[in-house]
């Protein structure tokens, strides 16, 4: 390897390295604890009461919050357009709907998550969700569908799905996520995430979970497009990822006992490729630290219309 080539493998490690830390600490979980996740239904919902709010109609509420507590469940919270500051907390199963997702905007002031769910097969859409002090959604949940929103100017994640064992089987689609510390950090399993448009974070997407799927989504103008930490078995499919510091990077931590299965396949790099397209990150065993590259076998020869 000649001194050009070590000075670049040098650079990357000390800036993912640097960037990384707030993501990497704390996450120690063997692969046989993961197991403990067992298979549940999405129980079927029946919708009875719609709640407004905003709006100028008799009885509308003037805060989301209020509508959301006295709502029960499988019921709708519509709200109108307006600006809202709060930090919400949604602890039943709602539809939380907004009139226009330009117009409709839930603003965290920098205080907590701006919304918080803990109850499973929530609905959310049709709103900006911004200046959240950590998180603009903070999912604590499963099921749960995220669609259609604008989430943008939180310091630590657009979206962040939380925690291994717990909470999966989430659908993130259609969202338009930028200009946070990570567009979407996942760190629950069984996680659809699809034709977002992702941008303009440092990393695009944060993945420390198993099982998940990244398809049709666009990925760019971020520090690092993807970053892979530690987990197996996620599949990463026919996604732009374009115009990143870098596309992707990932560090994985091996042992006799498992085997890393992260399928990279027909993602659009920058250009068209005819060859497979190198992945490079760095891997970890008791004895060593290495480079190491994945590849995407087939990338796309041209960009996926989403």
Not at 61 to 69: L, P, S
Not at 198 to 206: E, K, L, M, T, V
């Amino acid at each position: 390897m000649n001194n050009n080539i070590l000075k670049v493998v040098g650079i990357s490690i000390l800036l993912v390295f640097t960037l990384v830390t707030p993501l990497t600490l704390g996450y120690n979980i063997s692969i046989s604890e993961k197991q403990i996740i067992t298979e549940e239904s999405n129980r079927p919902i029946s919708y009875s009461n719609t709640f407004y709010v905003g709006g100028t109609g008799p009885n509308n509420y003037t805060k989301i919050q209020d509508a959301i507590d006295n709502a029960t469940e499988g019921d709708i919270v519509h709200v109108y357009k307006s600006t809202y500051y709060e930090n919400i907390k949604i602890n039943k199963t709602i539809n939380l709907i907004g009139e226009n997702r330009d117009t409709t905007i839930i603003d965290g002031n920098y205080r907590k998550h701006t919304i918080h769910v803990t109850a499973d097969n929530v609905f959310i859409k049709g709103f900006t969700i911004r200046r959240g002090y950590t998180d603009g959604i903070f999912l604590e949940s499963s099921y749960g569908t995220i669609e259609g929103n604008n989430i943008n100017s939180n310091k630590q994640a657009g979206i962040n799905i939380w925690l291994h064992l717990r909470f999966y089987k989430n659908n993130i689609t259609g969202n338009i996520i930028s200009n946070n510390w990570h567009g979407i950090m996942i760190n629950g399993a069984e996680n659809n995430i699809s034709a977002n448009k992702i941008s303009n974070n440092i990393f695009g997407i944060s993945l420390s979970s198993y099982n998940n799927t990244i398809t049709y989504n666009s990925i760019l103008k971020n520090l690092i497009g993807i970053f892979v930490f530690y987990e197996v078995n996620n599949t990463i499919l026919k996604n732009n990822i374009i115009y990143n510091i870098l596309g992707a990077f990932f560090e994985l931590y091996f042992n006799e006992d498992v085997n890393f299965t992260i399928k990279w396949e027909q993602n659009y790099w920058n250009r068209p490729r005819i060859i497979p397209k190198p992945i490079f990150g760095i891997k970890f065993t008791q004895d060593s630290v290495y480079p190491g590259f994945m590849y995407d076998k087939h990338p796309a020869k041209k960009p996926y219309i989403i």
